[in-house]
């Protein structure tokens, strides 16, 4: 396995509403043994998830209305650009992301631009059924193609990305459901990206509640094929990646 790390890494923790797992995650995620900077979103939240961020040791960008996970990111990035940050990886706030595998998605930009976390790669116990599982493979299906390479999980947020990544998601990233992820994915490879998986574990929801029933898992299907269609007719980025620096 790699070991070599960049030498500056942002965590970029989007958060609404998770006063309750923030600061327990941004702690788990600082208490690991490479140096880790994290900056969490604050995407509108009207609850204290600022301040137990901030009072947990992260740099803290709050947003004056909630923009969504895609909104937040792309705050993120430019924040990781202009910073000069070598990568980055998102960490959800709910604590689903386990800390400890930062470094193996990190550790895959020695061979990619895009490593992602993968839920489904013979690891762990993470399971989706019935609709969502249906549409998760079909889209792991198609985007495998189009990448030129096995991928299981293309709507991981577990992901992290060099500074290549960082200027093609800033020229292209959606903010609208599942463009954050699948959009993104689909016209970073389209660009010019190369991408990878490496296998996760991923935890139940440290708090807070669920947000998936059949209702929304039909509704998930649904949104899947379209963000497919978007992303495939989408025009590529016009960043010439070659020219940002791995």
Sequence with gaps: MPTAMPRRVLVIMPAWNEEATVGTTVLEVLGQPERLDVLVVDDGSTDATAREASKAGAEVLRLPFNMGVGGAMRAGFKFAQRHGYDAVIQVDADGQHNA????????????????IGA??????????????????????LVVSRIAKVRLTDVTSGFRAGNRRAIAQYLDHYPAEYLG???DSLVVAIRSGCKVMQVPVEMRP??????SHNPWKSAVYLLRAILALV??????????????TGA
């Design 100 to 115: 400890n595998d930062i470094t193996s998605v990190i550790a895959g930009l020695e061979h990619a631009d895009i490593c």
């Design 180 to 182: 954050d992820t699948l």
């Design 205 to 210: 929801r440290q708090g807070g509640q669920p």
């Design 119 to 140: 839920r489904f790669a013979e690891r762990g116990s993470y399971k989706a059924t019935g609709p969502r599982r249906w549409a998760m493979v079909f889209l792991a």
């Design 230 to 243: 978007f992303a495939l007719t989408r025009k590529r980025s016009n960043i010439n990646i070659s020219q």
